[in-house]
């Protein structure tokens, strides 16, 4: 909402939360003008309204976005965009029946260094990318408590939506990532921004096989995904070798992506690329470096990249051109995550 109301051309009119804190948060950033609901099915039911936002737990993200495109509204949505592998295709339905531009909340993509760090990788200079090295590591306590949430104060059966039936947990409530019933852990909040790039770089469409493991150095029984894992990943076509780490243990390398081929490597975080050329090599070293800071920050100054992705959204709902993330990019993305969880919790190799 920050970011929006900064766009020219946009009013938000309604906002909606199943928990009253929230909902007054909500209002009072979109204005008095802005009427509030806890049931989002009363937004789409408004005709005066083109355009929506789902910032919701991993769960909700793939029914809501198919409700919306059935009721007329162009969406943007937070990543992952499915919660499960088998949801993928009814959502590119949806917005391919409905011609709806849906943009999924992968923001890199709207970021100008990644732009053309694609371009370097399209060139040719680096030789075939066969190894891929992504790593989101952060050194954080997420264990402890939970805000003193009073029940009555919240509309957990619409939380719930179609997740098994259970009693109300403020922990749960506000930490639903770290659980499998609303979100997949590490590889469906963290891992999917990367993978996406990757297979975006690249031009990959998904994992031939997957092989994970996840241990509990920080939060073990607490959450129920692990909060470290590394999964190795398998591409065909051209054969190219994907390793994510993932860990709230310790936070070197933090968030980045390295690019290897045979005549150099293209280092990429969210605010710098850096090409370091191989020995031997007549690569020359290059780099473009948009954020101030330490390398491998979850937030850089630099690019604003919520606003360029929202902006991008805006633009395609005025030209009705494809964005930068459509729903068949979200699937993508989410697909390969889904694949490293099923290797973690079955412990197998995965196969597509």
């Not at 509309?155 to 639903?176: I, S, T, V």
Request: proline fraction near 6%.
């Amino acid at each position: 909402m920050h970011w929006l109301q900064q766009l020219p051309g946009v009013k938000i009119v309604a906002v909606c939360d199943v928990w009253d804190t929230r909902l007054a948060q909500a209002r009072d950033l979109a204005g008095p003008d802005a009427w509030a609901t806890k049931d989002y099915t009363e937004i789409l039911a408004d005709d005066n309204i083109d355009a929506v936002i789902i910032g919701t737990p991993d769960h909700l993200h793939t029914p809501m976005t198919i409700a919306a495109c059935e009721a007329g509204k162009d969406v943007y949505v937070e990543k992952p965009l499915t919660h499960h592998r088998e949801e993928g295709q009814a959502v590119i339905d949806a917005q391919n029946t409905y011609q709806r531009i849906v943009q999924v909340g992968m923001q890199q993509r709207s970021m100008p260094h990644l732009i053309e760090a694609k371009a370097i990788l399209d060139s040719g200079e680096l030789g075939p990318i066969r190894k891929v090295h992504m790593t989101w590591n952060r050194n954080q306590e997420r264990a402890e408590g939970s805000e003193n949430i009073d029940p009555a104060t919240v509309d957990w059966a619409r939380f719930l939506g179609h997740a098994p039936e259970q009693p109300f947990d403020p922990y749960r409530f506000r930490n639903w990532r770290w659980f499998w019933d609303f979100g997949g852990g590490i590889f469906t909040d963290l891992m999917v921004h990367q993978i996406d790039i990757a297979q975006w770089f690249l031009d990959q469409e998904h994992p031939a096989h997957a092989a994970s493991i996840g241990s509990f150095f920080t939060n073990e029984g607490v959450w129920e995904t692990p909060d470290t894992v590394q999964s190795l990943l398998h591409y065909k076509e051209p054969e190219t070798q994907f390793y994510f780490q993932g860990t709230f243990y310790n936070a070197r390398y933090r968030a980045m992506m390295e690019y290897m081929g045979s005549e150099g490597t293209l280092y990429c975080d969210r605010g710098r690329y850096e090409v370091f050329p191989e020995p031997g090599s007549t690569l020359e070293r290059s780099e473009m470096i948009l954020g101030s800071g330490p390398r491998g920050l979850d937030f850089y100054d630099q690019p604003e990249a919520e606003r360029l992705h929202l902006s991008n959204w805006l633009e395609c709902i005025r030209s009705r051109e494809k964005p930068n993330a459509p729903a068949e990019a979200g699937v993508q993305a989410s697909d390969a995550a889904h694949l490293a969880n099923k290797a973690l919790r079955e412990n197998i190799v995965a196969h597509w």
